[in-house]
């Protein structure tokens, strides 16, 4: 069966760092992924996808670039830190019509 | 673009009752449409969907219609228990669901 991994679980930091989040799925070939953020207490806010390696496309443009160095593995980063990324960032993969989401990573920029 | 549109934002409903969710959608080529139940500080999971060629689906206490021609679709959770109490978020995609459009979510309250 398929999993989705994420992490780090938590992450504090301060404005103006890097952050490097990421993402990894086992049990299935070639899925479309997603990274999705949810400020607290809002709705779903996709940032990228992927349909493939080295496929990328974005959907908010703001300070965060995701890359898929390898079939089940996607990354999302950014070069400096701002206040407004703080939130639950979200990893989701799909095979097909549904999306499956992984645990999540609670982000807060301080 | 494509958007979907979600009531209420807030549902409060007694222990035992029924509660109704209801969203609505742009894109008139949208085929599949899930639903996700998201507890508090966990990940969204689908606890139902439905495809455009089906009219209504139940699983236990949950159902969801589809009304194709007016573009919108209801999640109906019967007999309700304070685990039901969470986020619910509808989505509608298309094309073997590449990309797909959440509504904003509403936030179910179960009163013991």
């Known amino acids: 069966s398929q999993t989705i991994h994420q992490w780090p679980v938590t992450l504090v930091q301060p404005v103006g760092s890097p952050l490097s989040l990421e993402c990894t799925v086992e049990?299935?070939?070639?899925?479309?992924l997603y990274w999705y953020r949810q400020a607290a207490g809002r709705g779903l806010q996709l940032l990228f996808y992927s349909v493939g390696i080295g496929q990328i496309s974005s959907e908010v443009p703001q300070n965060l670039s995701a890359s898929r160095p390898q079939d089940r593995q996607f990354i999302l980063s950014s070069k400096k830190l701002l206040l407004s990324d703080s939130g639950f960032y979200l990893c989701?993969?799909?095979?097909?019509?549904?999306?499956?989401f992984g645990p999540g990573t609670r982000l807060l920029v301080l | 673009g494509e958007n979907v549109e979600q009531h209420p934002s807030t549902l409060s409903v007694q222990e035992g009752d029924s509660a109704v969710i209801k969203c609505t959608y742009s894109?008139?080529?949208?085929?599949?449409f899930p639903w996700y139940k998201q507890e508090l500080g966990k990940r969204p999971q689908l606890i139902i969907d439905?495809?455009?060629?089906?009219g209504e689906k139940k699983d236990q206490r949950i159902a969801v219609t589809l009304n194709k021609t007016a573009k919108h679709f209801s999640l109906h959770i019967t007999e309700t228990q304070p685990e039901d109490s969470a986020v619910y978020f509808c989505?509608?995609?298309?094309?073997?669901?590449?990309?797909?459009?959440f509504g904003a979510g509403t936030r179910l309250f179960v009163k013991a």
């Open positions: 989701a993969w799909a095979m097909g019509e549904t999306q499956y």
């Open positions: 439905i495809r455009s060629n089906v």
């Open positions: 894109d008139s080529a949208s085929n599949y």
């Open positions: 989505a509608a995609s298309k094309d073997g669901g590449f990309k797909t459009i």
């Open positions: 049990g299935t070939s070639n899925p479309n």
